[in-house]
């Protein structure tokens, strides 16, 4: 008799004891709000919640010293040509549903290209030396990006994210104040529409985050100056882009990450008035971008390098990337 006792009164403790150890598992998987919105580049859901919105900035820096010729091979680019691209991005990003969300993006750009060569008078002999300084400075192209979650991620299943991009060209797109062909300021706009679908998959098996994505980009046709010399605006169409990437990210400690990427483009042959033109020939870029991600509260902060690897008439030189974003 009492041993049926104590044995019932051990299964109803068991019991107790389940229940009580499930609840606290329960409670530990609801993050409030203010957590979601802490959570690392690893953690963090595929896309934002409902009615949370995201500012950031990011920084690009490229110098233009070197390039990948038409062969492949990487070599400075003649006639002691030197120069520099900076842009400063501005995104916006809010959360329609926990599905769904719809970012901006617009940037402030700032090119500089110089370049020194020795032209010879044939008929006198007599050599001088000409140098031609371009420089590009103002509001950039706008894209406006559309991400929804087709299939959402869980512990056993990669999440599936379409995005739907639209490039706007709010940027100048010809040269201006132009003196003569060595003195103008060079467009910092594309001038043109484009339309761009993206497929994202990550998967999460703490403390790593795996991803893989495929883009195509389709450029429309166009008008703008494509010669200093008799300033008439010609049609034109870039090539159309496809791009693909493989990334691997670890969660080093609570707040920082350890990102890589290995992404690969590339870009068909450009049109003038129809016509395939040498001066937009196809390429192609496979690079290599190591960064950390650091996590302070709501604040994000990144930094990460660009370095191509291998490509076919594109810059060679690496391209530094920084990155500040805060959730609200």
Known sequence: MNISFHIK????????LSYAEAAVCQTEKQLLPADIKQQTLVTEPVT??????????????RIADKYFTDSGKKEYYVTSTWGSTTSYNLTLQYGISDRFQVDLITEYMYTLIENQSTETDAATN??????????????????????????????RKVSLTGIFNVSLPTGEKNPTNIKDANQYDLPVG????AAELDFFARSIIYPYSFTGFLGYRYNFEGKKITNTTDMLERKFRYGNHLEGGLSANLLLNEWIVLANELNFYHEGKGEIDNTVTPGMPAS????????LVFQVKKFRLGESVKVP??????????LYVMMIQYVF
Not at 9 to 16: N, R, S, V
Not at 48 to 61: E, I, Q, V, W
Not at 284 to 291: I, R
Request: aromatic letters at 14%; a positive charge; proline letters at 4%.
């Open 190 to 193: 594309d001038g043109t529409y």
């Open 126 to 155: 007599i050599s001088r030396v000409v140098e031609a300084k371009h420089k590009g400075l103002g509001l950039g192209d706008t894209h406006v990006s559309f991400k929804y979650q087709l299939m959402q991620e869980s512990k």
């Open 48 to 61: 934002l919640k409902k009615g949370f919105f995201r500012a950031g900035t990011l920084f690009n820096y």
């Open 309 to 318: 690897l291998k490509g076919k008439n594109v810059p060679a030189d690496p």
């Open 9 to 16: 009164k051990l299964i109803i403790i068991y019991l107790i």
């Open 284 to 291: 192609w870029a496979l690079s290599y971008s190591p960064g």
